[in-house]
Nanobody, 127 residues
Framework: QVQLVESGGGLVPPGGSLILSCVAS????????IGWFRQAPGKEREGVVC????????YYKDSVKGRFAISEHADKNTVYLRMNGLKVEDTAVYYC????????????????????WGVGTLVTVSS
């Protein structure tokens, strides 16, 4: 069965950095799209970034451009989210999700109705 497991969350001061990981397993092929979402306290879940595991195409939420970067490991089973220059407003539970490889491009961002989801990892930006 398909599973997604996030890791790397924690407490970081403003301006700091974190790298989140999403390890995928159970897919019959390595061609799919991975999206990162986040949900801050009292707010709706929002898409952050996505990547197609087929051609590497990426889409970023405007507020994280230049600060966050998504990449995939050569084994195609792990996707990383590097977060630099973290702000207090970045505090949220971060989720990874997987869907068809076209979903990232079709929706110009991570697909909110992705088929597979991890349980999330908490990122807290605070001094």
């Amino acid at each position: 069965q398909v599973q997604l497991v996030e890791s790397g969350g924690g407490l970081v001061p403003p301006g700091g950095s974190l790298i989140l990981s999403c390890v995928a397993s159970g897919f019959t092929t390595n061609y799919y799209a991975i999206g990162w979402f986040r949900q801050a306290p009292g707010k709706e879940r929002e898409g952050v970034v996505c990547i197609s595991m087929f051609d590497g195409t990426t889409y970023y939420k405007d507020s994280v451009k230049g600060r966050f970067a998504i990449s995939e490991h050569a084994d195609k089973n792990t996707v990383y989210l590097r977060m630099n220059g973290l702000k207090v407003e970045d505090t949220a539970v971060y989720y990874c999700a997987a869907d068809l490889p076209s979903s990232c491009s079709v929706h110009n961002g991570p697909y909110p109705n992705s088929e597979h989801w991890g349980v999330g990892t908490l990122v807290t930006v605070s001094s």
